[in-house]
């Protein structure tokens, strides 16, 4: 299944405006510190996870916020769109790869390991 290139660019507009203005309180982590400590990164499916196994309270709260932010975003280009939601992730999660590799910051490879 191909998706259109005005697909792409719906999905790239979302995925930059709910991956990188997201912020906690003050006192939590905000996604960009996150990603330069190497705690998160960007997942294929256009989601982040967290780097460590282990990780702290706040660093939980911060995926699950993007996560949930993210995930809302593409339901809803999906529907606007009559598009598979998977599809929508993986341009987004494809997007979101590349901008962490320019970035030098995690990703996630299709078989699951973390690389910068």
Known sequence: MTIS???????????VATGLGL???ASAIDLDAAR???LVGERPDGLIGAVQTTVTPDV????DTVNAARMKEYRSIADK???????????????QIEKAKQNKWYSMSSGGSWSK
């Open 36 to 38: 330069t400590q190497g």
């Open 23 to 25: 912020a906690l309180p």
């Open 60 to 63: 939980k709260a911060l995926v």
């Open 81 to 95: 769109n009559g598009t598979p939601l998977d599809a929508v992730q993986a341009v987004a999660g494809e997007k």
């Open 5 to 15: 290139s005005r697909m792409k660019s719906v999905v790239l507009a979302a995925t």
